[in-house]
C-alpha cells in the first residue's frame, strides 16, 4: 500500500508541476499577445489603449513570473509616453498654423500685405513642426497675398493715372487729360475697386474734360 500511495504522490506530484508550467506558459502567451496589441496601438497613435493594453500586459508577466520581461515593459512605457508628448506638441504647432493662416486671410482683406507675409511664414513654421503638409492651404494664401499685391498695384497707377489727368485737365489740355483718365478708369477696374468716391470723382472729371473738349 505503501509503494501505492508513494506513486500515487509522485504522480500527482508531477501533473501538479506540469500544471503550473503549463499555467505559467499560458500566462506568459498571454502576456506576449497583450504586450503586441499595446505595440500595434502605439503604432496607430492610440496612446491610451496602448497604456492600458501595457499594463494588463505587465500584470500577466507578474503572474507567469517573468520579471525579465519587465525592464521590456518599462522601455516601451518611456516609449508611449515620449510618443504621447510628441503627438501633444505635434497638435499644438499645427493649431498654431491654422490660427497664423486666418490671421494672414484677414491681413490680405485689409491689405496689410506686410503682416499678411508675417503671417504666412509662421504658419509655414509651425506645420513644418508639426510635420503636416498644409501645402493646399499655404499655397492657397500665397495666391491671395499675389492677388493683393496685384490690387496694391493696380491702385497705385490708377491714383498716379488720375493725378496726371486731374493735372492735365487743369491746364486744359484735355485730350490728354482723357487718356490718363482712362488709363486710371481701366486701372480701378481690374483692381475691382468699388469705392463709390472714387467713381464719383471719376465721372466729375471726365465731365470737366468733356466740357474743355467741346
Same mark, same amino acid.
Request: glycine content about 6%.
Given at each position: 500500500?505503501?509503494?501505492?500511495?508513494?506513486? &500515487?504522490?509522485?504522480?500527482?506530484?508531477?501533473?501538479?508541476?506540469?500544471?503550473?508550467? /503549463?499555467?505559467? $506558459?499560458?500566462?506568459?502567451s498571454?502576456?506576449?499577445?497583450?504586450?503586441?496589441?499595446?505595440?500595434?496601438? +502605439?503604432?496607430?497613435?492610440?496612446f491610451?489603449?496602448?497604456?492600458?493594453?501595457?499594463?494588463?500586459?505587465?500584470?500577466?508577466?507578474l503572474?507567469?513570473g517573468?520579471?525579465?520581461?519587465?525592464?521590456?515593459?518599462?522601455?516601451?512605457?518611456?516609449?508611449?509616453?515620449?510618443?504621447? +508628448?510628441?503627438?501633444?506638441?505635434?497638435?499644438?504647432? /499645427?493649431?498654431?498654423g491654422?490660427?497664423? +493662416?486666418? $490671421?494672414?486671410?484677414?491681413?490680405?482683406?485689409?491689405?496689410?500685405?506686410?503682416?499678411?507675409?508675417?503671417?504666412?511664414?509662421?504658419?509655414?513654421?509651425?506645420?513644418?513642426?508639426?510635420?503636416?503638409?498644409?501645402?493646399?492651404?499655404v499655397?492657397?494664401?500665397s495666391? +491671395?497675398?499675389?492677388?493683393? &499685391?496685384a490690387?496694391?498695384?493696380?491702385?497705385?497707377v490708377?491714383?498716379?493715372?488720375?493725378?496726371? $489727368?486731374?493735372e492735365?485737365?487743369?491746364?486744359?489740355?484735355? &485730350?490728354?487729360?482723357?487718356?490718363?483718365l482712362?488709363? $486710371?478708369?481701366?486701372?480701378? /477696374?481690374?483692381?475691382?475697386?468699388?469705392?463709390?468716391?472714387?467713381?464719383?470723382e471719376?465721372?466729375?472729371?471726365?465731365?470737366?474734360?468733356?466740357?474743355?473738349?467741346?
Open positions: 500500500v505503501g509503494r501505492i500511495t508513494g506513486a &500515487e504522490a509522485r504522480i500527482e506530484e508531477s501533473e501538479a508541476r506540469r500544471s503550473s508550467a /503549463e499555467r505559467l $506558459a499560458a500566462a506568459r498571454e502576456a506576449g499577445r497583450k504586450l503586441a496589441a499595446a505595440q500595434a496601438a +502605439l503604432g496607430r497613435g492610440g491610451s489603449e496602448a497604456r492600458a493594453s501595457l499594463e494588463a500586459a505587465r500584470a500577466s508577466y503572474d507567469a517573468a520579471e525579465d520581461m519587465l525592464a521590456l515593459i518599462d522601455e516601451l512605457a518611456r516609449q508611449i509616453d515620449a510618443a504621447a +508628448l510628441g503627438a501633444e506638441a505635434a497638435a499644438g504647432a /499645427e493649431a498654431r491654422r490660427t497664423a +493662416l486666418e $490671421a494672414c486671410t484677414g491681413h490680405v482683406e485689409t491689405m496689410n500685405i506686410a503682416e499678411a507675409r508675417v503671417s504666412l511664414a509662421e504658419a509655414q513654421k509651425c506645420f513644418a513642426t508639426a510635420k503636416v503638409d498644409a501645402s493646399t492651404e499655397g492657397r494664401a495666391a +491671395l497675398i499675389a492677388a493683393a &499685391e490690387r496694391v498695384t493696380l491702385f497705385s490708377a491714383e498716379d493715372a488720375f493725378s496726371l $489727368a486731374a492735365r485737365c487743369d491746364s486744359q489740355d484735355f &485730350e490728354e487729360a482723357r487718356g490718363h482712362e488709363q $486710371a478708369r481701366r486701372a480701378y /477696374e481690374r483692381a475691382g475697386n468699388s469705392d463709390m468716391d472714387i467713381q464719383d471719376i465721372e466729375a472729371l471726365e465731365a470737366r474734360i468733356e466740357a474743355g473738349l467741346a
